[in-house]
């Protein structure tokens, strides 16, 4: 049988389990050696005899102290590793964690750096049980694994290098070192941090390019504010934490309308809004370029009410001439007092900053019909780009000094605000609550 | 940008689930040779409960050796273990009971299928005769819901099952990590509905609407059962899986579609002895004939044979597995013969240290529990000094047990270096 030679080995460890260590270390050995592309027999086998020697040596030197199993039926707690453990083992020992960045309910943050090449830096997003969750393992990470794993290789969407567990089973992911803070930070540090039209014509490329990336693998962020992208070393903007992030619906299925940081947050979404495409984040991209002009945030309403009020006063109110069926929506309310949609000319003033073609561009990103607004490919193709101002190099881009690894840490820990419980209320007390805002 | 065949080759499925016949098949034995052995070990070094009494004062009896007092209980002889083809034959119908229970619980076609697939691909690096996979199919079933509709509820959920949720939730991390913590699985079922709306569009289909339905109907129920009852998804892209059902479902269709697709290789053979040859045409025409050229030369007949290839050899590999076969797996003769012979077998041969999902959990936290806690890294100076934070996995043995890691991958090579590959996908558009 074919599992004999196997066995004999280790019992012969039993009677003299020291003499083990030398042939473990030649089973090391040929097996680094063993890299052709083939799946390797021998792979399985030899580490195996190795780590039943190791369980044998536990058990021949028992220590009563340390044998905590007090019913004779428990098998002894020193488990063995199966085959897909011990590759999660060469995983976890590819990298070194370091001092912890962040520490946040959902996840703790670690600096790492690869075991082979301490030059490289990553971070650890470590993603913790939570109390609170106690259904297993966090849909926030499902999601963010789920996405992550497949939007590989573009250079403005986080990197996801590598997953293991550690003890306990917790979640590690090993991504993509970040270390010059996030968006956020530039844009609200007015008093040291300045910056021009071509500067956040580089900043909204990249992120632009991200989103697209993800609409074309059909995944939807759900989450896109400053602060969920974070900047490279070199100055590359990221698009950052898919905790929210989802695949594309197919027709007839509904999502939840309970997704995207309230400030970025679109209307459709407001009024609650089961059905809805990619035209959800191209709403917070606008909200983004607006916010990098103004240099705070455009809209910032401390309620859904109040949110769709600033909606309606600043962008114009959502009827059925300018949006064909969103009186149906049924979360739909709007303040008694109608203002028409604003033209490209309103924006002028406050946006003008990014010349005329930029406004031209923000106001196709703001328009309140999702489907009338414009999509992210549309976006690439807008003749702002191709105007001057040219883009920044991205080694040109203004920077903050310090800092930028504490906001990483704060950034990857967070955990996603938008899922919050807001009291939506019906429709009439959210009538009731525009007229007190008067 | 990228094509879409190059994306699907960014794809989890693609970079770690998909493998040649020879790959998957050594993979499967190299599993099954693996569990057998560690089994046999941890049947010798833990005797049955019956026998621990003994042992205890003997703790390096030669377990495997015969005993010389004769006593019969305490030299557990080893048991007969499932073969890889046994083990194969199980997981089918642990496959088709996943499917059994989504369509009883109406669960959509993606979950169905992600979640048969979750326990295939399980299956494949760990035996069935490790993880009870009557437990892990629930697992399964919980984990796609979760990952395909974000959210479900386990106390409903094990209620269905009548288990508690402790025991659904002791195999999740499990199943995670035999994933590879990739969670993402491509069906072909959207393909389906894109190729039905492709061929509606063309102009002489319109008179034969009847006949597309029909097609779609059975592609569909094709789609439902024989990929995931096959190893489909391990060999053929999403939409070579789609063509091979609409082929088995209406084969005029399915070549119209390809046909289609490859509509620039008629002009292959007329345009290769015309390159640079202007020829009195308009300037217009020219750069059109140059741009079809050049597209002919992209998706030309070589292409087109590798893709009809490649569905013909996935119709086959499904045609063995149609959805007739359902009641196969749930005739009871079958089963009696079959299955049942097969699950007391697997009973004798299970691993005594994994089977128990809920006892494996608890040792695992208490491992945790014993161990030094990592997360306390950041504190703990002394261990970062050495650059060795992660520890080991068990505390005070931790240096003996790193010596059991080898620096090799058991899946052998990264996939994506392999040679041997399926087919590129000419029809990304389709995914």
Redesign the interface.
């Known amino acids: 049988?074919?599992?004999s030679p196997?066995?004999?080995p280790?019992?012969s460890s039993?009677?003299s389990p020291l003499k083990r260590?030398p042939s473990?270390?030649t089973?090391?050995t040929t097996?680094?050696n063993?890299?052709?592309?083939?799946?390797?027999?021998g792979?399985?086998?030899?580490?195996?005899?190795?780590?039943?020697a190791?369980?044998?040596?536990?058990?021949?030197h028992?220590d009563p102290s340390?044998s905590?199993s007090s019913s004779?039926?428990?098998?002894?707690?020193?488990?063995?590793?199966?085959?897909?453990?011990?590759?999660?083992?060469?995983e976890?020992?590819k990298y070194?964690?370091?001092?912890?960045l962040g520490e946040g309910t959902y996840a703790?943050v670690?600096l790492g750096h690869s075991?082979s090449d301490p030059s490289v830096h990553v971070a650890i997003k470590?993603i913790k049980v939570q109390a609170q969750y106690?259904?297993?393992?966090a849909?926030d990470a499902?999601?963010e694994?789920?996405?992550l794993?497949?939007l590989?290789?573009h250079p403005n969407i986080i990197q996801l290098y590598s997953?293991f567990?550690?003890?306990?089973?917790n979640?590690n992911l090993v991504l993509e070192y970040l270390p010059l803070g996030d968006l956020e930070m530039l844009i609200k540090d007015v008093d040291r941090v300045r910056y021009g039209a071509g500067d956040i014509k580089a900043w909204m490329g990249m992120l632009t390019r991200a989103v697209w990336f993800c609409h074309?693998?059909y995944v939807l962020h759900r989450d896109i504010k400053p602060n969920n992208l974070l900047i490279a070393a070199d100055g590359e903007v990221k698009l950052a934490d898919f905790g929210l992030a989802?695949?594309f619906c197919?027709p007839g299925?509904r999502m939840?309308a309970n997704v995207i940081t309230r400030w970025y947050r679109p209307p459709e979404l407001l009024f609650g809004a089961r059905h809805y495409s990619g035209a959800v984040d191209i709403w917070s991209v606008g909200m983004v370029f607006a916010e990098l002009i103004i240099r705070t945030a455009y809209l910032p309403g401390n309620t859904e009410v109040e949110q769709i009020a600033l909606i309606c006063k600043q962008i114009g109110t959502p009827t059925e001439d300018n949006w064909p069926g969103v009186t149906q929506l049924r979360e739909y309310t709007v303040p008694s007092e109608i203002t028409p949609v604003w033209g490209k000319e309103a924006y002028m003033g406050r946006f003008g900053a990014v010349g005329s073609e930029g406004v031209d561009l923000l106001v196709r990103t703001l328009a309140l019909d999702p489907k009338k607004r414009i999509t992210a490919r549309e976006m690439l193709e807008h003749k702002w780009w191709r105007t001057e101002p040219k883009p920044t190099r991205k080694e040109d881009l203004p920077k903050k000094s310090g800092g930028g690894e504490e906001k990483m840490g704060a950034d990857l820990k967070r955990r996603n605000g938008v899922l919050e419980e807001e009291n939506r209320g019906s429709k009439v007390a959210r009538k009731l609550d525009f007229g007190a805002m008067k | 940008m990228a094509t879409e065949d190059a994306r699907y080759r960014e794809s989890s499925q693609y970079r770690l689930w998909s493998f040649s016949p020879t790959q998957l098949s050594a993979l499967r034995e190299k599993t099954n040779a693996a569990a057998r052995a560690r089994i046999s070990d941890r049947l010798l070094s833990h005797p049955l409960p019956a026998t621990s009494s003994r042992d205890l004062s003997a703790p390096t009896s030669n377990a495997n050796t015969p005993d010389p007092d004769g006593n019969g209980n305490s030299t557990p002889a080893l048991p007969e273990f499932l073969t890889p083809a046994e083990e194969l034959t199980l997981v089918g119908f642990y496959i088709s009971e996943t499917l059994r229970a989504s369509e009883m619980l109406h669960y959509a076609d993606e979950i169905k299928a992600t979640a048969a697939m979750f326990l295939k691909r399980f299956y494949i690096t760990n035996s069935i005769m490790t993880y009870p996979p009557q437990e892990m199919l629930i697992v399964a079933l919980f984990f796609a819901c979760k990952v395909e509709s974000g959210h479900v509820n386990l106390s409903e959920y094990t209620k269905t099952f009548n288990k508690s949720p402790e025991e659904v939730l002791a195999g999740e991390f499990l199943l995670c990590q035999g994933l590879r913590f990739a969670f993402d699985v491509k069906h072909p079922f959207r393909a389906l509905r894109g190729a039905m709306m492709e061929l509606a569009s063309l102009k002489d289909m319109q008179a034969d609407l009847k006949r597309l339905d029909a097609a779609e109907a059975r592609a569909r129920k094709i789609l439902q059962f024989s990929p995931l009852m096959t190893d489909a998804y391990f060999h053929y892209t999403p939409s070579q899986i789609m063509l091979a059902a609409l082929s088995l479902a209406d084969r005029g269709l399915a070549e119209r579609l390809i046909q289609e697709t490859f509509h620039f290789v008629a002009m292959e053979g007329n345009s290769a002895d015309t390159p640079g040859a202007n020829g009195g045409a308009g300037e217009g025409n020219n750069n059109k004939n140059r741009a079809n050229e050049e597209k002919a030369a992209i998706i030309g007949s070589h292409l087109r044979d590798k893709v009809l290839g490649a569905v013909e050899a996935c119709r086959d590999m499904l045609s063995r597995e149609l959805p007739e076969r359902k009641e196969h797996w749930t005739n009871k003769p079958f089963i009696k013969t079959q299955i049942t012979p097969l699950r007391k077998k697997l009973l004798k041969c299970k691993d005594p240290e994994r089977w128990n999902l809920v006892e494996l959990q608890r040792v695992r936290r208490q491992q945790k529990l014993d161990s030094d806690d990592e997360d306390d890294g950041g504190r703990k100076v002394k261990k970062e000094e050495d650059g060795d934070v992660f520890g080991g996995e068990l505390g005070h043995s931790a240096k003996k047990r790193k010596v059991t890691v080898k620096e090799e991958d058991p899946f052998g090579e990264p996939l994506r270096k392999v040679t041997v590959k399926k087919e590129e996908d000419p029809f990304g558009g389709m995914l």
């Open positions: 049988m074919a599992v196997l066995v004999f280790t019992s039993l009677t260590q473990q270390q089973t090391t097996g680094n063993s890299s052709n592309g083939t799946p390797n027999f792979g399985f086998g030899a580490p195996l005899s190795a780590a039943k190791i369980l044998s040596n536990n058990n021949s028992q340390s905590f004779a039926s428990t098998p002894s707690p020193s488990l063995t590793l199966d085959p897909i453990e011990q590759m999660n083992e060469l976890k020992r070194v964690k370091g001092r912890k703790n670690y075991r470590k106690n259904d297993g393992l849909p499902v999601r694994l789920k996405h794993q497949e590989r290789g997953v567990s550690s003890k306990d089973q979640l074309e693998n989802r695949g197919d299925w939840t």
